[in-house]
């Protein structure tokens, strides 16, 4: 079946422009969960939705960050008026529930500012 | 301090030998604990999750936890040249909580 899937998968933008990344996360999958990937860096978490609740927004680094989660499925991670620091991969992640274990990542969008 | 710490290495071991890779976390809450996988260039896919003291094992690894320690570690045996990838340790800190705080990751080379 289809797994998680980003787009696009390379970005390139100038500093100071906003940007959208887009996930899709596996059918019917409730949890969805944004993260960050620097070079030579762990993955950062960000921001997680599940189902219909409020989302967890403790890890975004800003108010230059923002996403959202339409009709509990597809999400956007927008940043606003970028910077280089903001030069990372985002990696999107699903999983069937809270309780469930396995987070199932997608292939990631890598996003520089130039 | 970071609330997940991991040897960056590289580590380096000739196949058919064990590697060891261990992960030390900071919140004695935490209450459980994943190792993932990166090859270079992919994105991360879970090998195992621990959430008891002492060893879970799966084929050719192991997970091993010890809460009083606060200390997880990760054992393959007869590592093979498709083993060589980032190890990512990563933890969960409170029942509930869903996020993932993951470590640096070490990576792992192993040598035909």
């Known amino acids: 079946g289809a797994g998680v899937s980003q787009s696009p998968s390379n970005k390139v933008t100038e500093k100071g422009k906003d940007v959208e990344l887009r996930c899709d996360p596996i059918?019917?999958?409730?949890?969805l969960y944004w993260y960050r990937q620097s070079l030579g860096q762990g993955l950062e978490f960000l921001i997680y939705f599940q189902g219909n609740s409020a989302p967890d927004k403790s890890g975004l680094p800003s108010d230059r960050f923002s996403a959202e989660r339409t009709g509990g499925s597809v999400s956007t991670l927008t940043i606003q008026r970028t910077q280089q620091e903001d030069s990372a991969v985002y990696l999107c992640?699903?999983?069937?529930?809270?309780?469930?274990?396995?987070?199932?990542f997608g292939p990631g969008t890598r996003l520089t500012v130039l | 301090q970071k609330e997940v710490e991991q040897n960056s290495g590289p580590l380096s071991v000739p196949e058919g030998a064990i590697a060891s890779l261990n992960c030390t976390y900071s919140?004695?809450?935490?209450?459980?604990f994943f190792w993932y996988r990166q090859y270079s260039g992919k994105s991360p896919e879970l090998i195992m999750f621990i959430y008891s003291n002492g060893d879970k094992e799966d084929g050719r690894f192991t997970a091993q936890l010890n809460k009083a320690s606060q200390y997880v570690s990760l054992l393959i045996r007869d590592s093979q040249p498709s083993d060589s990838a980032t190890y990512l340790c990563?933890?969960?800190?409170?029942?509930?909580?869903?996020?993932?705080?993951f470590g640096t990751g070490t990576r792992l080379t192993v040598i035909p």
């Open positions: 990563a933890v969960r800190l409170q029942t509930g909580a869903n996020n993932l705080f």
């Open positions: 992640a699903s999983s069937p529930g809270l309780s469930y274990n396995e987070q199932f």
């Open positions: 059918s019917g999958h409730t949890a």
């Open positions: 919140d004695r809450g935490s209450q459980s």
